[in-house]
């Protein structure tokens, strides 16, 4: 990662709706359908600063596409932390909480830990009828794809036991359901993995699982016949959690580098855990997708770090600094899970540092050729890499003084090919101080079309592409 002179971190000041974006280059008539992101847009409350990434209040991003034009709108979800945030009073957030001592005496959630925040910032979902941001706190907020608006917290019908959850959600299309997970904290933690059908919004429990630690674990995939977890030893410790001294959540990580990383493979039907072998301690965000190999094993590829220093290294202490932290990039690496001998090998699949991959939604859970992301280590820029996960051969894409976010690959209606298509990126000029959707050619990573944004955005996390 390098350094974006902190404009990737500062608050966004203004909210726009449904603005018609000036596009340089063409934009395929085929693609309908709006992209809409989640991340960070304010940074401060009162004469605050929040100490974390994580931290930032959420601000919604819409892109809708529609025969070649593209339309933008931004706006903050107004949640309760928002409102606390302009009152001046940051609380309950991962890494920043200005209540001290106050945080133990305020209302307890059913686990005796501080309510979570419902600063919702992470990623989106469309559940049942309902939009959803979500974040890693068991709280939703549901808004309106449209116009962005807040509709107010969104609730599962079920009781699925859940302290933490996880943001990212997988959709499944060739199942017709979402895939999730959350962890339950007690005597004896487990991770609890459910579905959801589409157009419910009701969790059915897979499985329960016993957790180690528990695992501070971001994602998730699936195969056709299972569900994959990797339990690495960075551990959510509740005693932390209580301590009056603590910024936030953040402090309940404890990173545990005598216990091993394990993968846990769960059968998708029948609840079972057919495999759980370990490997040495790493961690890892991101999952890249899952599936069945001819000869039976699990593959299942990720964004691999040595340790779990990668968290810290968000902190804005690090970020607003003269460049970015000095820890190590992420780097794609690819887990062989043998259900027979209930044993994992792992090899790397690209030699630089990437992050936020992604697939071709009709390649979930499916075997996949191509993984796009981030692509992390060259100074003065983020690009975006297209790896071959089959010959190993990268395709990169740079421009000086450019930070890529999270890319969206989209495949044309009706290709055959997997990389048939464009990839959706947003993209922060320094340079320009402007943020700009770049519309790659899905094959050759050539930019097709430019569409400058009103304004800078702030570095958001995850986004989803809704067809029309």
């Not at 001592?101 to 005796?112: E, V």
């Amino acid at each position: 990662m390098t350094h974006a002179n902190g404009l990737g971190f500062q608050t966004a000041e203004s909210e726009f709706e449904d603005v018609v974006l000036e596009v340089d280059g063409e934009v395929p008539s085929w693609l309908s359908g709006t992209l809409v992101r989640n991340g960070p847009g304010k940074f401060e409350a009162g004469d605050t600063r929040v100490t974390h990434w994580f931290d930032g209040l959420a601000m919604l991003r819409r892109y809708a596409f529609d025969d070649g034009t593209v339309r933008y709108s931004n706006r903050f979800l107004r949640s309760e932390a928002y409102a606390d945030a302009v009152d001046g009073e940051l609380t309950g957030q991962f890494g920043t909480d200005t209540r001290g001592w106050r945080r133990i005496f305020d209302t307890l959630s059913s686990a005796g830990l501080p309510e979570p925040t419902d600063n919702a910032n992470v990623h989106v979902a469309r559940v049942g009828d309902a939009y959803v941001a979500l974040t890693e706190a068991p709280r939703r907020v549901a808004f309106d794809p449209e116009t962005l608006e807040t509709r107010g917290e969104f609730t599962f019908d079920d009781d699925v036991p859940e302290h933490v959850t996880a943001a990212h959600l997988v959709r499944d299309p060739h199942h017709d359901e979402t895939v999730g997970f959350t962890t339950e904290f007690g005597l004896t933690p487990q991770y609890h993995v459910y579905r959801i059908p589409t157009g419910s919004n009701r969790r059915e429990r897979i499985a329960s699982v016993d957790a180690n630690g528990p695992a501070y674990i971001h994602d998730c995939s699936v195969t056709d016949d299972h569900v994959v977890l990797v339990e690495s030893p960075l551990v959510l410790s509740v005693r932390r959690a209580l301590n009056p001294f603590a910024s936030g959540a953040m402090d309940m990580l404890d990173w545990q580098p005598d216990r091993p990383t394990r993968v846990l493979v769960l059968d998708r039907e029948t609840g079972d855990l057919v495999a759980d072998p370990t490997l040495d301690p790493v961690f890892s965000f991101h999952h890249v997708n899952a599936y069945v190999s001819d000869s039976g094993a699990v593959v299942l590829d990720l964004i691999e770090f040595p340790d779990g220093d990668i968290v810290d290294s968000l902190s804005l202490a690090e970020l607003d600094g003269a460049g970015f932290p000095a820890v190590d990039d992420g780097r794609l690496v690819r887990y062989r899970v043998d259900l027979a001998e209930r044993t994992v090998t792992r090899s790397h699949l690209y030699d630089g540092g990437m992050e936020f991959p992604r697939v071709v939604g009709d390649r979930t859970g499916r075997k996949h050729r191509y993984a796009y992301g981030q692509a992390t280590d060259r100074d003065g820029a983020n690009g975006l890499v297209k790896v071959d996960c089959v010959t190993g051969e990268a395709t990169e894409w740079w421009a000086r003084s450019t930070y890529v976010e999270e890319p969206i690959p989209i495949q044309r209606p009706g290709a055959d090919a997997e990389d048939d298509g464009v990839v959706l990126a947003t993209a922060l000029d320094v340079d320009r101080e402007r943020t700009v959707l770049l519309v790659f050619d899905a094959s050759t990573l050539s930019v097709v079309a430019r569409v400058p944004l009103p304004h800078a955005e702030p570095f958001g996390f995850h986004g989803r592409f809704f067809s029309s």
